[in-house]
Each structure stands twice: as C-alpha cells, then as structure tokens.
C-alpha cells in the first residue's frame, strides 16, 4: 500500500512538474519573442492571438545636456523621451518591456495578475499550439455547458481561449471566468476578471452588475462590501434591464437613507419586465415587511400586502421556498400586533408557511431556526374546559397555578402559566454586557396566560388568554416569573437580572383589570434623569395605583441603602382590561418623575 501511494504521489508530482516545465518554457518563447519576433517558432500563434499596448517613457532632463544620445533621446516640448514602454498580453497574462536610451538590453517583468489554476493556463496554450480547429461560437456554447454542469475547470479554459482567438468575446469570457470562480467560493479571484471586464469595457453593464454580486462577498476589515457602487454604475448604465433595476433596488431598501417609495417602483418595473421572476415579487414583499416595521405602523395594510405578493411569487413557483419564508415572517407580525381572537390565526398561518418553507427546500440559515416562528397552540383557545389540562397544548408545560375567588362568586378559579417547551428554542449566548463577555443561554420558547373562572356544573370559562404578559424580555436574560393571589387580588412578577416588575390585576367592572403596577430597575452613576445625572448607583422603583391615580417613586442608593422617596398625586390614569396592558415605563415618563 506504501509502495502505491509513493507510485501515485511520484506521478502526480511528475504531472505538475512536465506542466510547470511546459507553461515556463512557453513563458520563455513569448519573451523571446516579445523583443524579436522573427526569432520565435510560434510567431504565427503569437501575431495571432497577443496583444500589444505601448506608452512612451518622458525624463525630466534638459534636451542641450551634452551627454544625451540624438540617436536616442527626442525632445517633446519641456522634456525629452527616452524609452518605451510596452506590454505583449496573452491569456490575460502580461509581459512588460521596458527599452531606454541608457540601457544595453531591455528590461523585463510579469505582470502575473490571472488568478486561474496553472493547469487551466497550461491546457489553453496546448490548445494553440495544437493548432486545433474549432470556432468561436461553438467554443463559447460548449463552454457555457461546462459551466452548467459545474465543469468549472474546463469551462474556464474555453472561456479563456476566447479570450485570444476571438476578441468579440472578451467581455462575455472575462464576465464568464467571473461567474465560474464566484461559484466555487473564490470571490476574489473572480473580482480580478470582472474588474478586468470593466476596466477594458467601462460602458457596459455586465461586469458592474456581475462585480456587485460577487463585491457582497468581498469585506474590508470593518467588515463592509461596496456592491452598492457596482449595482448603481450597472443600473446608471442600463436603466431598462430587469436584472439592474433589481439590484440597485436591493440597494435602496439596505441604504442607510431608505427610500421605499423609489424602492418600491423599481421592483414594481422589474416584475413588469419579467413578470415570471419570483424573486423580484419576494423581494417586494420583504420590502413591505421592512417598510411596517421600521415605521412601526401596526396597521394590517402593509403585512397584508407582503402576504399577497409573496402568494403571487408562489403561484410562478410553488417551490420558490423564500417567498414561504417572508410570507410566515409577514403573518408573525399580524399575530404580534393582533387581537387575541385573531392571532391564533396568524400563528396557524405562520405554522402553516414555515411547513411549506423547509418542504420546499428551505433551510435555516445566519444561526436562525425558522421553526421557531411557529407557536402550536392547540386547543388553547377554547372558551370552556372540564379540566385545566385542556388548555395545554402538546410539548407544552404548567410552569404556575394559584387558585382564588377571583369574581368574589364563591367558586373556586384558576389563574395559571403555561409555556411551550421546545428544546430547540434556547438557544447559547455571549453575554456581552458582562466584563468577562460570559457565555449564557436564552429561551426563547412562547408562553400563556390564563384566567379561569370556576362554574356550577363544575368546569371552568376561559376569562383571559393573554400572551403579552408572557412576552419573551429583550436582553441578554430571560424572565423569571411568580404568580400569586389573596383576597381575588392576582400579582404577576417577572425578574429579569436587575429588572422587576409586577402587574396587579383585580376582578371588577365584569372584567379583569391591571389595578397597579411595579417597576424596579439598577441606574448606574451618571444616568440620565430630570436632565440631572445620578449622582451614584441606586435602584429605583416606581409604583402606579390606577384606582387611586397615585404614583410612589422610591430610589435607594446602593452603597449605603439610603432610601428617598416621594409621591405623585392626580395622575390622568384609569385601570385597563389586561389584554391592553402597557409596560410602566409605556405609561408614564420615568425621567420626568424620576429623582
């Protein structure tokens, strides 16, 4: 076994040497023949298929210095030539040669910038030097299928072939070597040829917009791409082509400045261009999603349009899994901003979306789990159960229950959590708000709150189902909750690292009510309030009485546990049914009242 592998080893180390030897040796005749051509046995091949591109070289020498040759040295108004400068150019590969008046022999250099495999170079001079007969179209359409059957190697070597024997090919070539190198991973080599292509064809579109797909992937050390520049010069340089007005479109909806209404039309004329893309109407659809969220308009008008163009890119193709994807993303926003009656319909249509996603091919990408997004419910909205388990759905937990005589009716009711437990959704952090950055874990799992009033026959009607109150804390941490009741007053409390805050909701008016609410949270020295900055750490806590409109505020200092305090009186502020709850800090400004 030994023995093979040395064997195997011996010959491909044979293989590249006899193409190192071959490709140095073609090396040494083009620069044979780049000072005399007549020399060369292949000046036939090379006449043919090199380019050549000359500069004069100017010196900064008076022309009456009396060692100056005439013979050499040419005036040309304040200063003289003395040299030239040219460069032969085959298969993108350069020789400069540098010729001056005080030099016996030229100089020269290689301007080794094409970044494709030895071995591609080596089979494109092969192919010339055989003489072989083949023309360009039929190069190119060969090429082209290399291409789509991921031959990349081959591809690139007919594609560069093209680039000397038919000059009418060159963008398209130098765009195609681009394409084939992005499609392995290789994005800066692949930069080199399209910005060959422009730099050579600098009014067609082509290589910007090629070069702005491929610049996504190429970041700087901050970590930024340019594409925006190509995308733009691309659209600038074809206003009318579909695939540019897309891209520069794309380019306005993540521009720092957002403009969805320019963003908007230039979709609209892409999908009128080519009307069977589904991309360009997903694309349209992400964009009214990005549109509601970053005005934060709760309205459903924007989200209900996402949904219907992302339909229409389903209808193109029923396997075009990203439009799946922004339609569950649209339908998770309407069941964030919903009523509780509708919101178990958004969430089955999100179920229903995301299921359709991975069946169509999607997958999770940039560390998300899609799966997330859906919550099942079950039979969590039913309106009267003979036992509480009814209520919970499957892979979900009572995580609290307290029993009071909520309604003062003399039956006993039932307040309770219940929280999906998906394993899947706690997923591991960094926290970066600690000096060590410590790593943590966050769950991100759903969670419902219920009130359940006990009746005669001995069952009990569902009250309340709120999902607000359970709403997963923002952070690096997750709530930590408690739930009691005395004398049918209920209390809510959730700690979250230094955060506490506890709903206290009560029975009246035929409805359950917030009645009162805490808030209690660690200021640092320096934080901001009554535009004063505190003076040293403290925690303080707020206090609102709905039904005496009253409002304590509390600071205690840390260091010493001194305590201040004072009370706001005749706040504008009534109870609110529990489905219309507000955090504290929504309902009152802190750094108005705070000390």
Not at 227 to 249: G, H, Q, S, V
Not at 302 to 331: C, G, H, M, P, W
Not at 469 to 477: F, H, N, S
Not at 520 to 543: I, N
Request: hydrophobic content about 35%; aromatic content about 12%; proline content about 3%.
């Amino acid at each position: 076994m030994s023995i093979m592998k040395y064997l195997l080893s011996f010959l491909f180390f044979l293989f590249i040497h006899q193409a190192n030897a071959q490709q140095i040796a073609f090396e040494k005749e083009f620069k044979s023949y780049a000072v005399n051509p007549q020399s060369s046995p292949y000046k036939n091949i090379f006449d043919k298929y090199s380019l050549v591109d000359s500069t004069y070289h100017y010196a900064n020498k008076k022309y009456d210095d009396a060692t100056l040759n005439p013979n050499c040295y040419v005036k040309v108004g304040d200063s003289i030539r003395d040299g030239i400068i040219y460069k032969r150019s085959i298969f993108l590969i350069d020789l400069k040669i540098d010729i001056r008046c005080y030099t016996k022999t030229p100089a020269f250099s290689w301007i080794k910038d094409g970044m494709l495999k030895n071995s591609i170079y080596q089979e494109a001079i092969i192919f010339l030097m055989a003489g072989k007969k083949i023309s360009a179209e039929n190069l190119f359409e060969s090429a082209k299928i290399d291409m789509r059957n991921k031959r990349y190697d081959d591809a690139c070597t007919k594609f560069l072939i093209l680039t000397s024997i038919d000059k009418s090919y060159l963008d398209v070539a130098l765009n195609n070597i681009g394409l084939c190198l992005y499609d392995q991973k290789q994005y800066r080599a692949a930069g080199f040829y399209l910005q060959k292509a422009i730099e050579l064809f600098p009014n067609q579109y082509l290589a910007y917009l090629n070069m702005g797909t491929v610049a996504k992937m190429i970041k700087d050390d901050a970590g930024l791409s340019n594409e925006a520049y190509y995308f733009k010069k691309a659209y600038e340089l074809a206003p009318a082509n579909d695939k540019t007005i897309y891209n520069y479109a794309t380019i306005l909806m993540y521009d720092y400045n957002f403009n969805f209404d320019k963003a908007e039309t230039l979709l609209k004329t892409s999908i009128k261009l080519a009307p069977q893309q589904p991309l360009y109407q997903t694309t349209l659809a992400r964009l009214y999603v990005k549109q509601a969220q970053n005005t934060g308009l709760k309205e459903n008008d924007l989200y209900q349009k996402a949904i219907e163009t992302a339909n229409k890119a389903i209808n193109i193709n029923n396997k075009y899994s990203d439009a799946y994807l922004v339609k569950a993303r649209a339908f998770y926003m309407l069941y964030q901003s919903e009523l509780n009656s509708q919101k178990r319909i958004n969430m089955d249509s999100v179920c229903t979306a995301i299921n359709l996603y991975y069946k169509s091919g999607g997958t999770d990408k940039d560390g998300q789990t899609y799966s997330n997004l859906c919550v099942n419910y079950g039979n969590a909205n039913l309106t009267q159960v003979k036992n509480i388990n009814e209520l919970i759905p499957v892979g979900w937990k009572l995580q609290l229950k307290t029993e009071d005589d909520f309604n003062q009716d003399g039956l006993t009711d039932v307040a309770m959590l219940v929280f999906e437990n998906n394993p899947q959704k706690i997923k591991s952090i960094i926290r970066y708000d600690t000096p060590q950055q410590l790593p943590g874990t966050r769950n991100y799992n759903k969670g419902i709150f219920y009130i359940l009033l006990g009746t005669k026959d001995k069952k009990y009607g569902v009250a309340v189902i709120d999902e607000k109150l359970t709403e997963t804390a923002t952070g690096y941490y997750d709530n930590v909750y408690t739930l009691s009741s005395l004398n049918g007053v209920l209390k809510l409390k959730r700690i979250c690292n230094d955060v506490i805050s506890i709903d206290v909701m009560r029975y009246q008016q035929n409805n359950f009510y917030i009645i009162g609410q805490d808030y209690s949270s660690m200021k640092q020295k320096g934080s901001v309030r009554r535009g004063k900055p505190l003076a040293e750490d403290c925690q303080e806590t707020f206090s609102l009485n709905y039904n005496t409109k009253q409002l304590s505020i509390t600071k205690t200092i840390k260091k010493t546990g001194k305590k201040e305090s004072q009370i706001i009186n005749n706040l504008i502020v009534e109870p609110v049914i529990i489905t219309e709850r507000k955090p504290l800090y929504g309902v009152i400004d802190f750094d108005k009242y705070g000390f």
